[in-house]
T-cell receptor, first 114, second 107 residues
Framework: ETGVTQSPTHLIKTRGQQVTLRCSSQSGHNTVSWYQQALGQGPQFIFQYYREEENGRGNFPPRFSGLQFPNYSSELNVNALELDDSALYLC?????????????FGPGTRLTVL | RKEVEQDPGPFNVPEGATVAFNCTYSNSASQSFFWYRQDCRKEPKLLMSVYSSGNEDGRFTAQLNRASQYISLLIRDSKLSDSATYLCAVDDYKLSFGAGTTVTVRA
């Protein structure tokens, strides 16, 4: 086990709704990255938080937003849900930001948008 | 061109066989590379990190070829439990993943 936890494990929403996903990083890790994994694809980078600040963002619209708290846990918020948002959402924690920092994944939240 | 591309497979191999597959990347400045293993509907689990020319961990060997911009993963003496999707990731502060290579080891 990596020590990274996510909640909830599964979620069903309808189009237009909003969702908040949560992630607790591994003890001692100050960096959390969020990824979206559609069926049959590799994870796609959404954004990274380092010491409570956004530290890079992938090609996702502004309705995907996030937060990191002083204890380095993090939230991913998605507004105005679309059918294509259905995916496995993964968070990964690492000791620090930057290269050569191995990222360890939580079990993911499986989001279904109807 | 995609940042990271993998041969999707599937690779179907008998137990005990050796299987190898590649991953190509587009950013020649990339310094850190990773192989993850992902079982069906589970999270990726870190298998191996590659920072220099290669790495070896038991039956698994990763090789990095910077000139041709690819990383390979070789699995020797395949076990049934090696059946999974193997994801290649390139770290440019964020991880860029390939779509994965599916390996099925049959008895």
């Amino acid at each position: 086990e990596t020590g990274v936890t996510q909640s909830p494990t599964h979620l069903i929403k309808t189009r237009g709704q909003q969702v908040t996903l949560r992630c607790s990083s591994q003890s001692g890790h100050n960096t959390v990255s969020w990824y979206q994994q559609a069926l049959g694809q590799g994870p796609q980078f959404i954004f990274q938080y380092y010491r409570e600040e956004e530290n890079g963002r992938g090609n996702f619209p502004p309705r995907f937003s996030g937060l990191q708290f002083p204890n380095y846990s993090s939230e991913l918020n998605v507004n105005a849900l679309e059918l294509d948002d259905s995916a496995l959402y993964l968070c990964a924690s690492s000791l620090d930001a930057g290269g050569k920092n191995e990222q360890f994944f939580g079990p993911g939240t499986r989001l279904t948008v109807l | 061109r995609k940042e990271v591309e993998q041969d999707p497979g599937p690779f179907n191999v008998p137990e005990g066989a050796t299987v190898a597959f590649n991953c190509t990347y587009s950013n020649s400045a990339s310094q850190s590379f990773f192989w993850y293993r992902q079982d069906c509907r589970k999270e990726p689990k870190l298998l191996m990190s590659v920072y220099s020319s290669g790495n070896e961990d038991g039956r698994f060997t990763a090789q990095l070829n910077r000139a041709s911009q690819y990383i390979s993963l070789l699995i020797r003496d395949s076990k049934l439990s090696d059946s999974a999707t193997y994801l290649c990731a390139v770290d440019d502060y964020k991880l860029s993943f390939g779509a994965g290579t599916t390996v099925t080891v049959r008895a």
